[in-house]
């Protein structure tokens, strides 16, 4: 007997709606604290709150719009499958992470600069609809080809990867793209999926 898979309980709206709603208003009030930056560890600027509030802030408009458009896309499905409190914990696991990885980094290589934006978040929110639709077929807008969701993670997560060993666009936090998608995974390992 092959039995659907049950929704689980959404607020309404949506928490991945709403959590872009907060990330437009912050960014449309462009005055908003350097002190929700993610500052590196030996910065005088750090302090413990930064490790979630620096994903609420970004940049450019490019940023916040391929950003809220990776909660939208990919956020929205997951939600739909787990319900708002599965993915709140998720996405905020996936943020924290990026997060330490990106503290990490900054602490081998002794970098001082703050770190902005919801991508580590986007990335493991990536990592979830790929691990739940597999076979889904995506089509973005910098890449106009149809192709597998399992196999956009892999790409896209080696690409990340290769930028970050070499460096290329430095201005981007690779690593904590990465951070989001290995805590992610390490997130969904442990069950929390439904693969358990």
Known sequence: MNQQPRLQRVTQPPLSIGIIIACVAIFLMQNISAQLALWPLHSIYFKPWQLFTYAFLHGSFNH??????????????????????????????????????????????????????????????????????????????????????????????????????????PQVAHYAHLGGLFFGADYYGDGAGGLA
């Not at 002794?110 to 889904?136: H, K, R």
């Not at 089509?139 to 399992?150: D, S, T």
């Open 64 to 169: 916040l719009f391929f950003n809220m458009f990776a909660i939208w896309m990919f956020g929205l499905p997951v939600e739909r499958m787990w319900g708002s409190r599965k993915f709140a914990e998720y996405y905020f696991i996936c943020v924290l992470g990026a997060g330490l990885i990106q503290l990490l980094v900054q602490h081998i290589s002794g970098d001082v600069y703050p770190t902005i934006g919801a991508s580590g978040a986007a990335f493991g929110l990536l990592l979830a609809y790929g691990i739940m639709w597999p076979n889904n077929k995506l089509i973005l807008i910098f890449f106009p080809v149809p192709i597998k969701a399992k196999w956009f993670v892999l790409i896209y997560g080696g690409v990340e990867l290769i930028f970050g060993v070499t460096g290329a666009m």
